[in-house]
């Protein structure tokens, strides 16, 4: 039997000391405010919704069908597997927080099905094993074998901090094989997805064998050489284009690229002077300065699912997919390990941005529908597509996001607060209880992201310097010690010395209007509104019937305020003032003749960007035009 030998559960904990050490999940408990209750909406809605629709759907049926317990024909993408794993990884991770007990039938009859299905020589493959057996590792550009693999690893050493060892046995029966199979004197060939090499960097961390972490280092310097093939879309799309060493801009396939980067940012992690840190650091900055939307939303191409040129952010076509906005909160918390010694916080300000904007977009308020896609525009009577979809939908054909989102939440206490031997670094900021080790508990008394007020009260005098993030966005935020005088930090980490019982930090969210650098030429001339974090947009289900969305044009100097709770979209809407209706022609193109005609519309409601589409089906806008 595999055993376990690292204790601490929490994504991404490095083979070695490091400066900022990841907190385990079991010492922190959230407790209401959004990111808690949407912890518990994953739990009680998102997590059974993808069970229901495993089976529904036939991803179960194909796994019975293997061993004489469905006559169901394969249903389902090749890879849908991973949506198995996934789901699987979810619920382990909630077993690793608590109890489980409502999934245990599901997650036992699953995981005794792998291993039954399992070949001898450790091969499981559903789709390979089934309408195309005897076809296994001949179509790895397509075929997805060890990117599944890779989210098969994820889920057994959830389980595996959980106590339950059963498919950590069987995945690494699998990538025992792989390694016969690709390992040094096998095959030089690599997968058309990247992810196992993340995978493989922490199944060497929780096991002790090192060879996995050296087999996701040679899959790693594999890439480049187009060994895979061109294929429909390019080398790019399966990030094969250019050896990760020389790779300066981030391109093709989003997903597979942040996958990539994560498994190579584990690598540097582990065995510092790897070699990779100045690609690391070339694509952040390609991806953050050039090519992300303001949403944290990444990839602008509907063709391979893929990054664009530099500024190339379309807001009505942006393709923006759920996995990617997820695969860059991997990465940025990766980074952020990596850097440890480290002031500034941008990789923080990033896992922010992207967590309540690009991420919180996809889930509809009952957990139970999502989006795929993220675009930031949607136009009046857009044509309903499954990759650009008018409203959220309960599954796809392709479900990699729900269940991506699932694991995501439930492993989501990982992402908040990292310590060291000198000081405890809260990142992000939600309600709860944060055991700090020392017989010191930090209860977080916050409405972020709606409230500006975030109050740490501390059972003990702390033992260690707190280091609080003041993000980027947050000019004017003061803090206060004990009750003390609050005084003005400045964007990055605030000190906190040892020996005090409460902090109050206080981070100005007033609506603030964002223009887009001017080579964006898909945004210029109009302006983006954001809250705190959170970035709103109008929708037409808040405008007069008789105005077409298209049509709302708003101050060039706007001004916008709170109008209070939205009871029904669980979130503080806002004001704008000054909008109005422009008055145009039918013509498509005619002479300029100034300033066009306009009549006065008042006061417009915004909502979060997050929450559209909630209350029915119609155009949306993030960007808002000028006059």
Request: with cysteine; proline share 6%.
């Amino acid at each position: 039997m595999t055993s376990l030998t690292a204790a601490l559960a929490a994504p991404a904990v490095p083979a070695r000391a490091i400066a900022r050490r990841p907190l385990d999940v079991r010492r922190v408990r959230l407790a209401g405010g959004m990111l808690g209750d949407w912890q518990r909406l994953n739990r009680d809605a998102t997590i059974p919704h993808c069970v229901e629709r495993l089976e529904s759907t036939g991803v179960i049926d194909n796994l019975r069908r293997l061993v004489g317990e469905s006559d169901a024909p394969f249903r389902g993408p090749l890879f849908a597997d991973s949506d198995l794993y996934k789901t699987l990884e979810a619920i382990g991770w909630e077993a690793v927080r608590g109890d489980v007990a409502e999934f245990e039938p599901f997650v036992t009859d699953a995981v005794r099905l792998l291993g039954t299905v399992q070949e001898d020589d450790g091969y499981l493959d559903s789709y390979y094993q089934g309408p195309h057996a005897g076809e296994r590792f001949t179509d790895l550009a397509q075929g997805h074998e060890l990117y599944k693999l890779g989210h098969l690893v994820q889920a057994a050493i959830a389980w595996a901090h959980a106590g339950r060892t059963e498919l950590l046995g069987i995945a690494v029966r699998y990538v025992e094989l792989v390694h016969a199979t690709f390992g040094p004197g096998g095959r030089d060939d690599i997968d058309g997805h990247p992810e196992i090499e993340t995978a493989l960097v922490e199944l060497a961390r929780v096991t002790g064998d090192d060879r996995h972490r050296a087999l996701a280092a040679r899959m790693v310097e594999l890439r480049g050489h187009r060994s895979i093939g061109e294929g429909e879309f390019g080398g790019a799309y399966y990030q094969d284009h250019t050896p990760v060493r020389t790779a300066r801009e981030a391109t093709g396939h989003a997903v597979r690229q942040l996958y990539l980067l994560a498994g190579v940012a584990d690598l540097e992690l582990d065995e510092p002077g790897s070699g990779y840190r100045e690609t690391l650091d070339a694509l952040w900055r390609s991806i953050h300065h050039e090519k992300m939307y303001a949403t944290g939303g990444l990839g602008s191409r509907h063709r391979g699912e893929s990054f664009g040129d530099p500024y190339e952010l379309p807001a009505d076509r942006a393709y923006s997919e759920t996995c990617a906005a997820i695969a860059n909160l991997h990465w940025n918390w990766r980074m952020l390990l990596l850097d440890s010694e480290r002031d500034d916080a941008r990789y923080a300000d990033e896992l922010e941005r992207g967590l309540y904007n690009a991420i919180a977009v996809s889930t509809s308020v009952d957990g139970r529908s999502y989006f795929y896609s993220n675009p930031l525009q949607l136009r009046t009577g857009h044509g309903h597509e499954e990759d650009a979809p008018s409203a959220r939908l309960d599954w796809y054909f392709c479900a990699c996001c729900p269940p991506n989102l699932a694991r995501l939440l439930a492993s989501v206490n990982g992402y908040l607060v990292t310590e060291s031997d000198a000081a405890t670094q809260f990142h992000l900021y939600a309600a709860g209880d944060y055991d700090l080790g020392s017989g010191v508990t930090a209860t977080v008394d916050t409405d972020f992201p709606w409230s500006p007020r975030v109050a740490i009260a501390f059972s003990e005098p702390t033992t260690r310097v707190t280091q609080l993030r003041v993000p980027a966005w947050a000019d004017g935020a003061t803090l206060s010690v004990d009750g003390g005088e609050a005084v003005s930090v400045s964007p990055g980490y605030a000190d906190v010395p040892a020996g005090v019982t409460s902090v109050a930090l206080l981070l100005p969210m007033d609506a603030v209007f964002e223009r887009a650098h001017p080579w964006v030429d898909a945004a210029r001339g109009a302006v983006a509104l954001r809250r705190g974090p959170v970035y709103y947009c109008l929708e037409a289900a808040d405008l007069p019937d008789s105005v077409r969305l298209e049509d709302v044009v708003i101050p060039a100097l706007p001004t916008a305020w709170d109008r209070g709770w939205d009871a029904g979209l669980r979130a503080p809407v806002l004001e704008i003032l000054g909008a109005r209706v422009l008055r145009r022609g039918h013509a498509l193109y005619a002479r300029d003749a100034g300033e066009p005609a306009t009549v006065d519309l008042g006061p417009v409601t915004a909502i979060p960007y997050f929450r559209w589409a909630n209350r029915a089906p119609g155009a949306m806008r993030v960007w808002m035009p000028t006059r």
